[in-house]
């Protein structure tokens, strides 16, 4: 019988500790593969505008996606094994991984909703127990990564677009089941979140806290 509850969960400063792709870059920084000087300044203002939600979704996502252009998918593969090992996992808190562990022992339907790219996200929800990941798709020509997003980045309103056709490709809406629940620390995510029954704000920013407040939402702490 088809779950009739739905778990979705944001990653970045949900899940984790930190920004999967902010994380990505210092990675390759503090490797010697991108100088320093320059890109990261420009790293930091994205960030910071992604968090206001000043950037939009092609800008940020590309910006990202730039990182991969020009590497053989073999030397981006072993980069981002050690990364996984170095920067990601200790940034997974254990009040994460039980989060997500309850919904899985209720045999709700979990899904992975996350603006990073999927490249970075696919194993670090592999090590958090999700099957389902919803993930912006990096662009690849002639066996290489061209910096471009396939299709629709997975970002503020493009999540519900995202979640919408993934769902109707199960043969499903997000009214077939009887709960839905949201984790989410972003005011990027206030549109899906304002759509599911159970939305729960995750160490939200102060946009998101505020909204969380005034409509009575859950707000809950994962470090």
């Known amino acids: 019988m088809p779950a009739d509850v739905l778990a979705l969960f944001d990653l970045d400063h949900t899940l984790l500790t930190l920004d999967s792709d902010d994380a990505w870059v210092e990675y390759l920084i503090g490797h010697g593969v991108i100088e320093r000087a320059g890109f990261e300044q ?7 505008r992604y968090r206001k939600g000043e950037v939009g979704p092609l800008e940020f996502t590309e910006f990202y996606l730039s990182t991969f252009v020009g590497h053989p ?17 200790p940034a997974i808190p254990a009040s994460a991984r039980a989060v997500v562990a309850t919904h899985h022992d209720r045999g709700d339907l979990c899904v992975l909703t996350t603006a990073t790219n999927r490249f970075l996200s696919e194993p ?16 690849m020509r ?16 493009c999540k519900i677009e995202r979640l919408d056709a993934w769902l109707a490709g199960r043969g ?5 089941f009887r709960e839905s629940w949201f984790y989410s620390d972003s005011l990027n ?20 806290a505020a909204l969380a407040t005034k409509k009575r939402w859950p707000v ?4």
């Open 142 to 157: 002639d066996g290489g990564f061209t910096g471009k997003v396939d299709g629709v980045p997975n970002m503020r309103e």
């Open 220 to 223: 809950i702490e994962i470090r």
């Open 124 to 139: 670090i929800a592999h090590e958090l127990g999700f099957t389902h990941v919803i993930a912006t798709e990096p662009q």
């Open 189 to 208: 995510d206030i549109p899906l979140l304002s759509r599911v029954t159970h939305p729960v704000a995750v160490n939200p920013d102060p946009v998101l």
């Open 42 to 48: 420009r790293n930091d203002l994205i960030v910071e």
């Open 172 to 176: 499903r809406g997000l009214a077939d």
């Open 73 to 89: 998918l073999a030397q981006l593969g072993r980069w981002r094994t050690d990364y996984l090992e170095h920067c990601i996992l």
